[in-house]
């Protein structure tokens, strides 16, 4: 295929941080620590470490695959390599995706700002847990406080994607990550030094393999795969930045295993805090905004925790929010042949919308239902449980039914000068076990799987 000029992530650490921001985001550090407490704690997190190195990894790699072979954004990705087919719509899956989940993702992220904000002025201190779940739904139900800052972080996206890959993206990257692995390692050694942190750690490491069940499977299956970014066209985009001579398996690896450390890091500092204060670990959804504010405002220094948590969640949110933004980016700059910052301008102002509707759809819209959901709830699931699943996929079946095998192993092993141990193994799993897998992480997630076997 012939390679146009076009930019490029500018080193190598460049290249693993970035793709390790696309990765990280709520889902490791909120998502992550109440799936792994309703699920029964250890023994989830060993089935998600394995659906993490056997699933995760090889669709990683199919998917760095696409975009540096093509070199391009999403939807031109597979236009350039299947031309005149609609395979396409894989593409065009993965830009909508991207587009709609940036739209609630910033609304959530803005949230982070509310509590920082909080947290410096001395509001959260004082209050009970009733209290915290009051804040919080009258600051999330209300009309302006949260558009206004689902507006500033959008306007905080927008700044970096303007800058271009290497001195916006790569140069953030480098700068947020460290800085986000250092205060969660400090938050991490602050909660285990809780009178209960045995317990919590007992909870996380010591798995009861009776709790592993079909449904703990699949469940740690779709946190595996939502974790790692795979089908919104996230890992596409940012390997279309990749040099020639970056290893797609190392890179793979690498960020893999910074994703998944980010999650179980967050875990331990999250569940020795919660056990010390008698706090159940199946705490839910909630357990960001209202039961964490909760535990820290016992500490010592309570509001100095509270502010350095809510930084940290908030660099986790804006490292994905920076990954979602490019990918509509990159595709309408590349595809409608306008420039970068026009293009950036366009999809800032689009997710703005969306994130206005999907706010006001918790508060004085929240009459308005769409198949018994409010609008934020009904984004949320239409994207996470039909369009990502959709589109991993596809692409798995893509890779397995469209590229011919040799131009697989040329890519992944950089034409040879990479060794690639069980590749056939890798391409065999890609092309029927992966889009099986995938499946049935749609069936559980949109509760087919239930409504089927019981």
Not at 404 to 411: F, P, V
């Amino acid at each position: 295929m012939a390679q146009t000029k076009r930019a490029t992530f500018g080193s190598k650490i460049g290249v693993v941080l970035a793709t390790v921001g696309c990765a990280v985001g709520l889902g490791n550090i909120w998502r992550f620590p109440y799936m792994l407490g309703d699920n029964g704690g250890a023994a989830f997190l060993l089935v998600y470490i394995g659906c993490i190195l056997f699933l995760g990894i090889p669709v990683m790699i199919t998917e760095f695959f696409i975009g540096r072979y093509s070199h391009k954004n999403v939807a031109g990705a597979f236009k350039a390599i299947a031309p005149g087919t609609k395979w396409s719509i894989i593409g065009y899956n993965g830009v909508l995706a991207a587009f709609l989940i940036l739209g609630y993702y910033s609304v959530v992220s803005g949230w982070t700002l509310e509590y920082i904000v909080q947290a410096c002025g001395g509001s959260l201190a004082g209050k009970d847990a009733s209290d915290f779940a009051n804040e919080f739904t009258n600051f999330s139900t209300s009309v302006f406080r949260p558009i206004l800052w689902t507006a500033v972080f959008i306007i905080l996206t927008h700044v970096i994607i303007i800058s271009g890959v290497k001195e916006g993206i790569e140069r953030a990257s480098k700068v947020m990550m460290p800085v986000l692995f250092l205060i969660l390692i400090a938050l991490c050694i602050r909660s285990l030094t809780l009178p209960g942190a045995n317990e919590g750690l007992t909870f996380l490491f010591q798995p009861d393999f009776s709790k592993i069940d079909s449904s703990v499977v699949l469940s740690a299956m779709g946190q595996a795969f939502f974790s790692l970014s795979i089908g919104m066209g996230c890992l596409v985009t940012y390997a279309s930045y990749f040099g020639k001579n970056t290893n797609l398996q190392t890179t793979a690896l690498q960020v893999t295993i910074l994703d998944t450390l980010v999650a179980v890091l967050a875990a331990v500092m999250i569940f020795p805090a919660v056990f010390n204060f008698g706090i159940e670990p199946t705490a839910g959804p909630e357990l960001v905004f209202i039961t964490l504010p909760n535990v820290f405002e016992q500490l010592p220094f309570g509001n100095i925790w509270s502010f350095v948590f809510f930084v940290l969640l908030a660099l986790a949110a804006l490292t994905s929010t920076i990954s979602l933004h490019e990918v509509s980016t990159a595709y309408i700059h590349e595809e409608y042949h306008i420039s970068r910052k026009k293009a950036a301008i366009l999809v800032s102002i689009g997710v703005f919308i969306v994130g206005v509707i999907c706010s006001l759809s918790m508060g004085i819209w929240s009459a308005y239902k769409i198949f018994g959901l409010n609008i934020f709830d009904f984004v949320d699931f239409v994207t996470a449980k039909i369009m990502l699943p959709f589109g991993g996929m596809m692409i798995c079946i893509f890779v397995g039914k469209r590229i011919e095998k040799n131009l697989l192993r040329e890519e992944v092993t950089n034409h040879g000068s990479i060794r690639f141990y069980f590749f056939n193994t890798y391409a065999f799993f890609v092309k029927y076990i992966a889009p099986i897998l995938i499946g049935l992480i749609f069936l559980n997630e949109t509760g087919l799987f239930r409504a089927i076997f019981n």
